[in-house]
């Protein structure tokens, strides 16, 4: 089991997305079950709501998965890194510029979806092999610290986020 982090393992604004993981969870088995949640969820939308907004000037549903699957191939990149032993800072990245330039909305959600829960399990596979000395290597990401298990706990709770959003806009 990955502990959860401590409040110097991460910048202060990704503590809301710890507040998304259930106390004592387990961060490996919280990112099967989420995806197994997301996957449940995404397949009840139609493609024809998925390619709309749920408010003027928001992002699109497939513009939002897109958006996750950024999220989490930057993110794993990142903890990868760090647990290599990479002492270089990671780059941030502009989400804004991402979704814009990722055409999510030319393809099927279906496909999104698919992307998505392929990038997670690979993640899921790659991650449970962390030794407890990898998982909690420190180094800078986006001009803030973390640690390998803090970045794990951000991907979730950033998902989870989502996840809630996706199911109170459209209603899934």
């Known amino acids: 089991m990955i ?3 401590q409040p110097d393992e991460y910048a202060p604004y990704y503590a809301d997305y710890l507040t998304r993981i259930p106390e004592g969870a387990d961060v490996l088995g919280f990112l099967s079950t989420q995806l197994d949640a997301l996957l449940h969820t995404l397949a009840r939308i139609p493609d024809s709501a998925a390619a709309a907004s749920w408010q003027p000037g ?22 990868t890194c760090i647990a290599r032993g990479e002492q270089q800072p990671q780059p941030g990245f502009e989400q804004e510029d991402y979704a814009r330039e990722a055409g ?3 393809r099927t959600l279906a496909d999104l979806a698919r992307e998505f829960e392929m990038l997670r399990r690979a993640n899921l596979l790659q991650f449970a092999h962390l030794t407890p000395e990898q998982a909690a290597r420190r180094g800078t990401a986006g001009g803030n610290p973390f640690t390998v298990r803090a970045i794990l706990h951000v991907m979730a709770g950033h998902t989870q986020r989502h996840l809630e959003k996706i ?3 459209y209603g899934k």
């Open 104 to 106: 999510s909305d030319l």
């Open 3 to 5: 502990p959860r982090p």
């Open 167 to 169: 199911r109170k806009h």
């Open 58 to 79: 928001k992002w699109t549903l497939k513009q939002e998965v897109g958006h996750l699957i950024d999220v989490e191939r930057i993110f794993s990149y990142r903890a």
